[in-house]
């Protein structure tokens, strides 16, 4: 009975040590997740999207697109805009400056380049695929002659395509399967 009773308590420590290192395993990948989004935060506000002016960082992709063929259409910047308001972000707020100031002249490369290296990190899924459905308005929302003909640009669909790539593969997919659609 001893020899039966020392392999039960040897089996239930064994378990409790099991027990232990996943909780361990557990907590340095909360500990590694969290040190990761801290750092994304801290990156956001180092590219100037601090306080109210986050709210934005998520439409830099719209930025982005609307820059792709080197100007930026009155159709593009109205749609830009009128989606801020729908945020709620209203003009003469830091936010809304913010935006109208990338709008005016286009941000550095090395600026566009960065937002989009920390937004690959931020944002996936719906999100992605969100992002990406937004990208298409906005390029859609000029060119063409007199409304006819292809509306986005080689430049812009290339930036789409760039942007959505980087988020992912489920976002590559709905920038696809939405251009065929058309």
Known sequence: MEASEEIYFK???MAARRKLREE???AARKT???ARRKDLVVRIQELGFAGERAKVFDL????HVAWADGSISRQERAQILELL???GITPGTDAFMMVETMLEEAPSQAFMDETMIVLREVAGGKRA???VDL????ADASGGIFGLGERISDA???RIEAIARAFGDQALARLHRTLAER
């Open 129 to 131: 695929e969100s992002m």
């Open 135 to 138: 990208c298409i308005q906005i």
């Open 11 to 13: 089996n239930q420590e």
């Open 24 to 26: 361990l395993d557990a």
């Open 32 to 34: 590694q997740e969290d």
């Open 156 to 158: 812009e669909r290339d």
């Open 85 to 87: 308001e729908r945020r």
């Open 60 to 63: 830099m992709p719209l930025i």
